[in-house]
């Protein structure tokens, strides 16, 4: 049976939550701590708290740190963290042991895989992204062109957009990278990865993938894709908590020859020697760059002690479950006031998410107003609405209930109240 024809014709909240006494993943929901009288609808952003979550921390921070002091770089395993971690994420991506390594930001982390996915191609001098990428993804691209440019031939950057030009029109021999976002974080459409991978490797450029609306919402595959280098974030659907690490994965083939954009002391082969020189680490290790974040990593570590437990095709059944019932609901209950759906319907093209635009209604508007009654989603400017369906915690009748708060607002046009106007900078 498919996804869509396994929601029903006739929905109502009874309906909902039937289908949520029979997901066999509803049991995880009992592992987050979420507020009495919310609906979050925003885990694409930010990721609800593990239960388990405060108490490690904690333990960390007493025991670890309090107790073991420095010690605990060795005896609680603090400097190896980073490529445990990592190799806890792997499966999750479609990794190997020891292709995985906790970064620091996903900014610095795409930084350093895109100078070393530009350096394995020398002679080519053009980066390509897409225009509608996540803008710090762009902002990072151009300090690659900065970086690697001369005065002779400058790093060109191309970008790629729905209306054109296509990654066919941007592509040659003269592309040495191709950065993309799997699923677009305004829209929430998700690339065919197997072809676009083998679509730029056939034109001999390097193939970035930035997984952070992916990773812990859709099933990602790296290898069997063929990708070559990919970073990620764990605070959104991994629930590592706000500010937790991003994590890099570099394919095995390249390790040996990749040269991170940053060489600094955790990536060094003989970090406690102390040498002058820069002597990279075996592996993906040499992208390693200062020492991590170790709160933020204890918080990720209980994170990830659910995932264990987690069939990722029931998730991305759960997900594709959850973001149809949405769209249907949708479709039935709001179509009278206009209101669009951006993401795409064929659910192979659809991450985790669903962006709406608000018709005649002022979107910002809208989405304060669903706060202010307890549904979480979030505004992306100018004018969409974004509502993430985290497959771990989000039930069918959170749907039911954000679509019948929504109906509300729009039908009683509270969301046209002062209280709920744009004030300054839109969050």
């Given at each position: 049976?498919?996804?869509?024809?396994?929601?029903?014709?006739?929905?109502?909240?009874?309906?909902?939550?039937?289908?949520?006494?029979?997901?066999?993943?509803?049991?995880?929901?009992?592992?987050?701590?979420?507020?009495?009288?919310?609906?979050?609808?925003?885990?694409?952003?930010?990721?609800?708290?593990?239960?388990?979550?405060?108490?490690?921390?904690?333990?960390?921070?007493?025991?670890?740190?309090?107790?073991?002091?420095?010690?605990?770089?060795?005896?609680?395993?603090?400097?190896?963290?980073?490529?445990?971690?990592?190799?806890?994420?792997?499966?999750?991506?479609?990794a190997a042991a020891g292709?995985?390594?906790?970064?620091?930001?996903?900014?610095?982390?795409?930084?350093?895989?895109?100078?070393?996915?530009?350096?394995?191609?020398?002679?080519?001098?053009?980066?390509?992204?897409?225009?509608?990428?996540?803008?710090?993804?762009?902002?990072?691209?151009?300090?690659?062109?900065?970086?690697?440019?001369?005065?002779?031939?400058?790093?060109?950057?191309?970008?790629?957009?729905?209306?054109?030009?296509?990654?066919?029109?941007?592509?040659?021999?003269?592309?040495?990278?191709?950065?993309?976002?799997?699923?677009?974080?305004?829209?929430?459409?998700?690339?065919?990865?197997?072809?676009?991978?083998?679509?730029?490797?056939?034109?001999?450029?390097?193939?970035?993938?930035?997984?952070?609306?992916?990773?812990?919402?859709?099933?990602?595959?790296?290898?069997?894709?063929?990708?070559d280098f990919a970073i990620?974030?764990?605070?959104?659907?991994?629930?590592?908590?706000?500010?937790?690490?991003?994590?890099?994965?570099?394919?095995?083939?390249?390790q040996s020859a990749a040269?991170?954009?940053?060489?600094?002391?955790?990536?060094?082969?003989?970090?406690?020697?102390?040498?002058?020189?820069?002597?990279?680490?075996?592996?993906?290790?040499?992208?390693?760059?200062?020492?991590?974040?170790?709160?933020?990593?204890?918080?990720?570590?209980?994170?990830?002690?659910?995932?264990?437990?987690?069939?990722?095709?029931?998730?991305?059944?759960?997900?594709?479950?959850?973001?149809?019932?949405?769209?249907?609901?949708?479709?039935?209950?709001?179509?009278?006031?206009?209101?669009?759906?951006?993401?795409?319907?064929?659910?192979?093209?659809?991450?985790?998410?669903?962006?709406?635009?608000?018709?005649?209604?002022?979107?910002?508007?809208?989405?304060?107003?669903?706060?202010?009654?307890?549904?979480?989603?979030?505004?992306?400017?100018?004018?969409?609405?974004?509502?993430?369906?985290?497959?771990?915690?989000?039930?069918?009748?959170?749907?039911?209930?954000?679509?019948?708060?929504?109906?509300?607002?729009?039908?009683?046009?509270?969301?046209?109240?002062?209280?709920?106007?744009?004030?300054?900078?839109?969050?």
């Amino acid at each position: 049976m498919s996804i869509a024809t396994s929601i029903p014709h006739v929905i109502d909240r009874a309906t909902c939550t039937a289908l949520d006494a029979a997901d066999p993943l509803a049991g995880h929901r009992d592992l987050f701590d979420l507020p009495e009288g919310v609906v979050y609808l925003d885990g694409n952003s930010l990721g609800a708290l593990p239960k388990a979550t405060a108490a490690h921390v904690q333990r960390v921070i007493a025991d670890e740190w309090g107790t073991g002091l420095i010690r605990s770089w060795n005896d609680a395993g603090w400097f190896d963290k980073p490529r445990v971690l990592g190799d806890r994420i792997a499966p999750l991506i479609g990794a190997a042991a020891g292709e995985v390594v906790l970064g620091d930001s996903t900014s610095a982390s795409l930084f350093q895989v895109a100078v070393a996915a530009a350096r394995l191609r020398q002679g080519r001098n053009v980066v390509v992204s897409e225009r509608g990428n996540f803008p710090t993804d762009l902002y990072v691209l151009e300090s690659v062109q900065e970086l690697l440019g001369d005065t002779g031939r400058p790093f060109e950057r191309r970008l790629i957009a729905d209306d054109g030009p296509s990654l066919d029109d941007v592509l040659g021999d003269d592309v040495a990278v191709v950065v993309l976002t799997h699923v677009n974080y305004r829209t929430g459409r998700m690339y065919d990865m197997d072809a676009v991978t083998r679509r730029v490797h056939e034109a001999g450029a390097i193939m970035v993938w930035d997984l952070c609306h992916s990773v812990g919402a859709v099933p990602v595959d790296l290898n069997g894709a063929g990708a070559d280098f990919a970073i990620g974030c764990t605070y959104k659907y991994l629930n590592g908590g706000p500010g937790s690490p991003s994590f890099i994965w570099v394919a095995g083939r390249h390790q040996s020859a990749a040269r991170p954009g940053v060489t600094a002391w955790h990536g060094h082969a003989k970090p406690f020697d102390f040498d002058v020189a820069y002597a990279p680490a075996d592996g993906v290790t040499r992208f390693r760059v200062g020492t991590p974040q170790l709160l933020s990593v204890a918080a990720l570590e209980a994170s990830l002690d659910i995932w264990s437990g987690v069939d990722l095709e029931q998730l991305r059944e759960k997900s594709l479950r959850l973001t149809e019932l949405f769209i249907s609901l949708v479709d039935s209950r709001l179509a009278r006031w206009g209101i669009e759906v951006v993401t795409p319907r064929q659910s192979a093209a659809r991450g985790s998410q669903v962006s709406l635009r608000a018709g005649e209604a002022d979107g910002y508007a809208v989405v304060q107003a669903l706060i202010e009654r307890g549904v979480i989603g979030d505004f992306r400017a100018p004018d969409l609405m974004r509502f993430g369906f985290t497959p771990l915690y989000v039930s069918h009748a959170d749907v039911w209930d954000a679509v019948d708060v929504l109906a509300d607002i729009l039908e009683t046009e509270v969301w046209r109240e002062p209280r709920f106007a744009r004030r300054g900078a839109v969050t």
